[in-house]
Structures are given as structure tokens and as C-alpha cells.
């Protein structure tokens, strides 16, 4: 996974994603990550799916 790739938030802010050490298992395609947003009162926002194909 691409170390400065940026996800934007719903409200047109940046946050930086970093997943390392992630690597396909055999014949995988592609794999599914969905992401939260953790709030001040530790409350979870709603996740985005994001598909990333190796």
C-alpha cells in the first residue's frame, strides 16, 4: 500500500492512511479495508470501504 496515499473525510478534511507490513495472501485479489473515525467521546463514525487490488 502506497504510504502517502490521503483519504478524504466528509467534512474536506485529509487524514494520512498507513497500513504497513500488509502483504496478499496467496491467489487474493484484492482486499477490503473499512476504515472509522473515532470521535472525542470515543464514539465510531460510519465506516468507507475502500478496495485495494494488489
Known amino acids: ?3 502517502g496515499r ?9 487524514r494520512a492512511l498507513f497500513a504497513g507490513g500488509l502483504e496478499d495472501e496467496q491467489g487474493e485479489q ?3 479495508f473499512e476504515p472509522r473515525a473515532t470521535g472525542e467521546l470515543y464514539t ?3 465506516p468507507v470501504t475502500v478496495t485495494y487490488a494488489w
Open 1 to 3: 500500500m502506497n504510504p
Open 6 to 14: 490521503t483519504v478524504p473525510s466528509a467534512r474536506g478534511c485529509r
Open 30 to 32: 484484492a482486499t477490503r
Open 44 to 46: 465510531a463514525s460510519a
